[in-house]
C-alpha cells in the first residue's frame, strides 16, 4: 500500500504519523520509502510536528538511523494505516506540501563554525524546541546522552549549556523560582554568568542550612559552564581538532590529560602580567572577592570546600575532568590563589567568625602553597612565628584606594601576590586582629592593615590608649591577666621582629610608636591596676625583660605623674577611699622603691593635707564641693584654710590639726604668694628655702585662727594664739604658754627672730586683735583692755616704719579707755565706802545725836564728822594735811578709834613694806585716775624684767602684802573712819597714830 502513495502522499503520511506520536509507523514506514523521504526531510518533519512532550527515548533510535541512514534495528512487520492521504490527490498532496511550516534543522542562531551534521543540527534545535513549547528541561538529557560521544560540539554544548542549568533549576535549588530558557542562558556570558549562577547560593546563606552550597555551585555550576567557554569553545572547534586529535593518540584515554600536583600549581615567584588569561574563571575570582566585603562567611565555605579551576565537576560526560590546558590551569590556580588573599582583605566585618574565617583561608592557602599551616589562633604570642621583615613596596602606596577589591586583584599586587612573604604577612595581620579583638577592640583585617601600613603615629597611639582604657575598666583583673595583655601588646608592636637598638619603631601594628612611648603607656594602666608585683617584674627588678627600653628614672616619672592624675580625679579627699587611696598607695610603693626621692616625699605631705581636710566641709564659690584637684591648680592653696574656718564652727580650736595642714600643702612644693606659681610638685628647693616656706605658712595659719576666732567673738582665744604662738622669744615681749602647749608646739613654733619686713603675719595678727571690740557694743572690762594694749604693744614691736602710725592711734585709744575706766573704778570704790560709813545699821555709831541741821554735823562726833566732810571737800581745802588736821583736831576718840589705831600699828609691825609701796605710789607725779592697774601678767613682765638688775624691783610677797593691807584698811577702815591708803593725799608716817583718850 505505501508503495503505491506518491512523494507528496508520502510527507503527508509521515507528517500524519509524527503529529499522532506513532514513532512506530514512522520508523516501519519512512525506511521504506527514502525515494521520497530522505534523512533531512524526515528530521524536519519530526522536530516541527511531533509533540515536544514526547519521552525522547521514544525516538532518539530512530532519528540516529534517519540521520545515519542505517537502520540497525531490525523492526517487526507493520501495516501502515495510509487512510489519511488516499483519498487525496495528486495535486492536492503537492498543495498541501508546500504549505507546511517545516522548520529547519539548523537555528538561526546556530553557531556558523558549528557541526553540520544532520544529527547534531537536530538534537540541539529539538532540544530548543521542547524547553520553549514545555519547560521541559529534564528530557534534554534522555534526547542528548545516547549521541554525547559522537560528537565534542555537542558534548561541550551540552556540558555548558544544558547541564548547569538543569543543575541550577531542579537538583541544586529547587526553589520554585521560574527557571531560566535554554536560549537566554546561552546569551549571558562573562560576570554575568557567574552573578546568575551564584546568585540562588549567595541568597541562600541566610540560612545556616544552606552554607557551603557555594563550593558546590562553583564545582557542579561554574565548572560546566566554564567547559563551555565562549571563546574558548571557538577556537578549539575552529582549530582544535587536530590538538584533541594528537592528545588521543598520545593518551591511552583520549579526554584524560595529565594533572600537575596540587601543590604545584601556585609557583612560589608569585604573577606576572602574563598569567592574566581573560577566562571566565577570572570573573568568578571577582564575584568572590566582592562578595567577602560583607558575606565572608560564603566565601570562606567556598574557600575551604573547593580546590579551584580544576575542582569541577562535568558528571560522567567528561572523563577526567580535564577540560584545561595544563598551562592555563597552573594560571588560573594562582590567581585562585591571589583572590584567596584578596578575599581576607576586602572583608569589612571585625567579628570573631571572620577572624576564625581568616585563618581557615590561611591554612587552605598553607596546603595550596605548600607552606608550613599556621598555628591555631589560641597560641601564645611568644610561641607565634617570627617573621622578616616584608612588603617594602607598600611604603611607596599613598592611599588606602591600594586595598579597594579591585585593586587587590591586580598582578602585581604586594600584598595579594601568592608569595612566601605576602603569606607571612597575611598571616601577622590575621593574629594581629585575633589579638585585638582579645583586648576589646575587635576589627576588620583590612583595617589592621590600614593601621599598619597607611596610618600615623597619633591614630596608633589613640588606638593604643583606647585599648588600655578599655582594659582597666573591665573591672578586677588579676596581675597574670595584665601581664598577658601586656604581652600582647608589646607583639603588636614587635611581631616578635627583632629591631636594631637604636630603632624607636616596631615591625607591628602598634611599630610607629615609639617603644618608650609605648612602655610608658603600658606602665601608666598597670599602675592605675595597681599592678605593684608585676610593674617590679616588668620593669624594676633585676628580672625585667632585656629589650625594655625604659630607664629607672622614666619609671619615677611615669609613677610620679599617675599618682597625681589619680589624686586629681578623686572626688573626696579622704585617703581609703575611691582614687584617693590608689594615689596613696602608689606614693607609698614608689617610696619604698625610691627612698631618697625627693617629690614622693612631696606628694606624701599632700597627701596627708589632703586627708585631714576631708574631716572639714568645704565648698567653694557657687556652692561647689570641694575635691582634691582644687588644691593642685590653686596659685595660694592656704587660701583654702580661711574658708575651712569659716564655714566650720569653732575649728579655730583646732589649731594643731590647721597648722600640720599648712605645713604639709607647704611641704608639699605648691606654690604660696612669696613662691613661683609655676612651680609643680616634681621642684626641690634647697632645705632651707623649705623650712623658711614652713615657718610662713604656720604664722598664717595660726593668724587665720585668730581671725576666726574673733570672728566668732572668742577674744581669749585669739589672744592666747598670738601671745603663745606668734609672740616672739625676745624683743620685749613674752608669753605665758602653759607646759602642754608648749611641748605640743615645740618643734612646729619655733621661730627665728625676723625683721619686721620678713614677718608681716604676726604684727597684722597682733594689730587685729588689739582693736577688737565686741560685737554688742559693751564696754570692755579693765583685763581686756590691758591684753588690746599688749597685743598692740606686741605689733609696735613687729610692724614696719610705715604702719606705726596707726598702730599708735589705736594704742592711744586704747590708753584713754583704760585710764578712764581706772578712774571710774576708783570713784566707786570711793562712793561705797562713804555710803558704808553712812550706813545707820552699824554697832556703835552715834545715830540718836544726829539732827536734820543744814549743816549736816553729828551731835555728839563733831570731830570725826567735821574731819570727814572736811576731806571730802580737799578740793577747797588749801592742803589736804590742814583739812585732816584739822579734822583730828575736833574728832572725839570712842571704840572704834582705838581699833584704828591698833589697825596701823599691826600694819607697821607685820608689814614693814606696805608704806614704802604705797609712798611710791601716792608720790607717783600721774594722777591716780590716769595710773593703769597692775595685771599679773605686767607683774611677771615687769619681774621679769627687774631680775636682770635693772629699775626697782617689788617681790611678790610685797605685791601680796600691800593687797592685804589694803583690804584691811577698806574693810573695817569705813567703821573706824580711817581713810584708805590708795586714797589719801599725804602720808601720815609712823607717827600718826592717833591714840586718843577714852
Not at 585617703?575 to 612631696?602: C, H, T, V, W
Request: glycine letters at 6%; hydrophobic letters at 35%.
Amino acid at each position: 500500500m505505501t508503495a503505491q502513495l506518491t512523494e507528496a502522499q508520502c510527507v503527508l503520511l509521515t507528517v500524519h504519523l509524527a503529529s499522532e506520536a506513532n514513532i512506530k509507523a514512522l520508523h516501519a514506514f519512512t525506511p521504506s520509502r527514502l525515494d521520497a523521504l530522505d534523512p533531512e526531510l524526515v528530521l524536519c518533519i519530526v522536530l516541527s510536528y511531533l509533540p515536544e512532550s514526547v519521552d525522547p527515548r521514544l525516538y532518539t533510535t530512530y532519528v540516529g538511523e534517519v540521520a545515519s541512514r542505517i537502520y540497525l534495528q531490525q523492526q517487526e512487520h507493520l501495516d501502515i494505516d495510509t487512510s489519511a492521504v488516499q483519498g487525496i490527490s495528486h495535486e492536492q498532496a503537492q498543495h498541501r506540501v508546500k504549505k507546511l511550516n517545516l522548520l529547519q534543522l539548523s537555528r538561526p542562531d546556530f553557531p556558523p563554525d558549528a557541526p553540520d551534521d544532520l544529527l547534531t543540527r537536530f538534537l540541539c534545535h529539538r532540544a530548543y524546541r521542547i524547553d520553549e513549547e514545555t519547560g521541559l528541561l529534564t528530557l534534554i538529557p534522555t534526547l542528548l546522552e545516547p549521541f554525547i560521544e559522537q560528537s565534542e560540539y555537542l558534548r561541550t554544548w551540552f556540558v555548558s549549556l544544558v547541564l548547569p542549568l538543569l543543575r541550577l533549576d531542579y537538583e541544586y535549588h529547587p526553589d520554585g523560582q521560574e527557571p531560566m530558557s535554554l536560549e537566554a542562558f546561552e546569551k549571558i556570558d562573562g560576570a554575568r554568568g557567574i552573578d546568575v549562577l551564584l546568585a540562588r547560593a549567595a541568597q541562600g546563606t541566610q540560612d545556616t542550612s544552606s552554607r557551603g552550597t557555594v563550593a558546590g555551585d562553583l564545582r557542579g555550576l561554574v565548572g560546566p559552564w566554564m567547559y563551555g567557554h565562549t571563546e574558548r569553545k571557538r577556537r578549539r572547534l575552529d582549530g582544535g581538532g587536530r590538538e584533541n586529535g594528537q592528545r588521543g593518540r598520545n593518551n591511552s584515554n583520549p579526554h584524560k590529560s595529565s594533572l600537575p600536583d596540587r601543590q604545584a600549581f601556585i609557583s612560589l615567584e608569585g604573577l606576572s602580567s602574563d598569567d592574566k588569561t581573560g577566562h571566565d574563571w577570572e570573573h568568578a575570582f571577582k564575584w568572590l572577592v566582592h562578595h567577602a566585603v560583607h558575606q565572608f562567611p560564603l566565601v570562606v565555605d567556598a574557600i575551604e570546600e573547593w580546590d579551584g579551576p580544576g575542582d569541577v565537576d562535568l558528571g560522567d560526560y567528561v572523563p577526567g575532568n580535564a577540560y584545561l590546558e595544563d598551562e592555563l590551569q597552573a594560571k588560573l590556580e594562582r590567581l585562585y590563589a591571589q583572590a584567596t588573599f584578596a578575599a581576607c582583605y576586602a572583608v569589612e566585618s571585625d567579628s570573631t567568625e571572620t577572624i576564625d574565617g581568616a585563618h581557615g583561608i590561611l591554612v587552605r592557602l598553607a596546603e595550596l602553597l605548600d607552606f608550613e599551616p599556621p598555628p591555631d589562633l589560641a597560641t601564645s604570642v611568644q610561641q607565634l612565628p617570627r617573621v622578616d621583615r616584608h612588603a617594602k613596596s607598600l611604603h611607596t602606596a599613598r592611599s588606602t584606594l591600594f586595598l579597594e577589591p579591585d585593586v587587590l586583584l591586580t598582578h602585581d599586587h604586594p600584598l595579594t601576590n601568592p608569595t612566601l612573604e605576602t603569606f607571612m604577612l597575611l598571616q601577622m595581620l590575621v593574629y594581629s586582629a585575633y589579638q585585638l579583638a582579645g583586648l576589646g577592640h575587635a576589627i576588620s583585617i583590612v583595617n589592621v592593615a590600614k593601621l599598619r601600613f597607611f596610618s600615623e603615629e597619633d591614630e596608633q597611639f589613640a588606638l593604643l590608649q583606647k585599648i588600655l582604657h578599655s582594659s582597666a575598666s573591665r573591672g578586677q583583673r588579676d596581675d597574670q591577666q595584665w601581664q598577658f595583655d601586656y604581652h600582647k601588646l608589646m607583639w603588636l608592636w614587635s611581631w616578635n621582629i627583632d629591631v636594631e637598638d637604636d630603632a624607636g619603631q616596631g615591625a607591628g601594628v602598634f611599630g610607629k610608636i615609639d617603644k618608650v612611648t609605648m612602655e610608658k603607656e603600658l606602665l601608666k594602666v598597670l599602675v592605675t591596676a595597681g599592678c605593684f608585683t608585676l610593674i617590679d617584674q616588668l620593669y624594676l627588678d633585676d628580672s625585667a625583660p632585656s629589650s625594655r627600653r625604659i630607664t629607672s628614672e622614666e619609671v619615677h616619672c611615669v609613677l610620679l605623674d599617675q599618682a597625681m592624675q589619680l589624686y586629681d580625679s578623686a572626688s573626696n579627699g579622704n585617703r581609703s577611699r575611691g582614687s584617693m587611696k590608689k594615689s596613696s598607695d602608689l606614693i607609698k610603693y614608689a617610696q619604698n622603691k625610691f627612698p631618697s626621692s625627693e617629690a614622693f616625699r612631696r606628694a606624701s605631705a599632700l597627701i596627708a593635707a589632703t586627708h585631714a581636710l576631708s574631716f572639714y566641709s568645704l565648698k567653694l564659690q557657687h556652692n561647689v564641693p570641694f575635691q582634691p584637684v582644687n588644691i593642685r591648680v590653686s596659685l595660694d592653696p592656704l587660701s583654702l584654710l580661711p574658708k575651712v574656718l569659716e564655714q566650720n564652727s569653732k575649728s579655730y580650736t583646732k589649731i594643731d590639726d590647721i597648722v600640720a595642714i599648712g605645713r604639709n600643702l607647704v611641704s608639699a612644693g605648691l606654690p604660696t604668694p612669696n613662691s613661683d606659681s609655676e612651680q609643680s610638685i616634681e621642684d626641690v628647693g634647697t632645705k632651707s628655702e623649705l623650712a623658711t616656706n614652713v615657718q610662713t605658712a604656720e604664722r598664717r595659719c595660726i593668724a587665720m585662727c585668730v581671725e576666726a576666732a574673733l570672728a566668732e567673738d572668742d577674744f581669749e582665744t585669739a589672744y592666747s594664739y598670738i601671745v603663745n604662738r606668734l609672740a616672739p622669744s625676745d624683743g620685749g615681749a613674752s608669753a605665758v604658754t602653759s607646759s602642754e602647749t608648749t611641748t605640743t608646739t615645740t618643734t612646729t613654733t619655733t621661730t627665728t627672730k625676723t625683721t619686721p619686713e620678713v614677718d608681716d603675719i604676726s604684727w597684722r595678727a597682733a594689730f587685729l586683735a588689739g582693736r577688737y571690740r565686741p560685737r554688742d557694743g559693751a564696754p570692755p572690762p579693765l583685763r581686756r583692755l590691758e591684753q588690746r594694749t599688749e597685743l598692740l604693744s606686741l605689733s609696735l614691736l613687729l610692724a614696719p616704719p610705715s604702719h606705726l602710725s596707726e598702730i599708735l592711734g589705736v594704742w592711744r585709744r586704747c590708753e584713754e579707755e583704760t585710764s578712764s575706766l581706772v578712774a571710774a573704778e576708783s570713784l566707786a570704790a570711793q562712793n561705797f565706802d562713804d555710803r558704808a560709813d553712812r550706813r545707820e545699821e552699824i554697832p556703835g555709831g552715834f545715830s540718836e545725836f544726829e539732827s536734820d541741821n543744814t549743816d549736816g554735823f553729828v551731835y555728839g562726833q563733831p570731830r570725826r564728822e567735821i574731819g570727814r566732810r572736811a576731806l571730802t571737800a580737799s578740793a577747797a581745802a588749801p592742803t589736804a594735811a590742814a583739812a585732816r588736821k584739822n579734822a583730828d583736831d575736833e574728832a572725839p576718840v570712842g571704840l572704834f578709834e582705838l581699833a584704828r589705831g591698833a589697825t596701823k600699828a599691826l600694819s607697821r609691825s607685820a608689814f614693814p613694806l606696805r608704806n614704802a609701796a604705797t609712798t611710791s605710789v601716792l608720790n607717783s607725779k600721774a594722777p591716780a585716775a590716769e595710773t593703769p592697774l597692775v595685771s599679773e601678767s605686767q607683774y611677771t613682765q615687769h619681774n621679769r624684767s627687774d631680775s636682770t638688775g635693772s629699775g626697782h624691783r617689788v617681790r611678790r610677797r610685797d605685791m601680796v602684802a600691800s593687797a592685804v593691807t589694803g583690804g584691811l584698811a577698806s574693810g573695817i577702815g569705813w567703821v573706824l573712819g580711817a581713810t584708805p591708803v590708795d586714797k589719801a593725799v599725804g602720808g601720815a608716817g609712823d607717827g600718826d597714830v592717833d591714840s586718843g583718850d577714852d
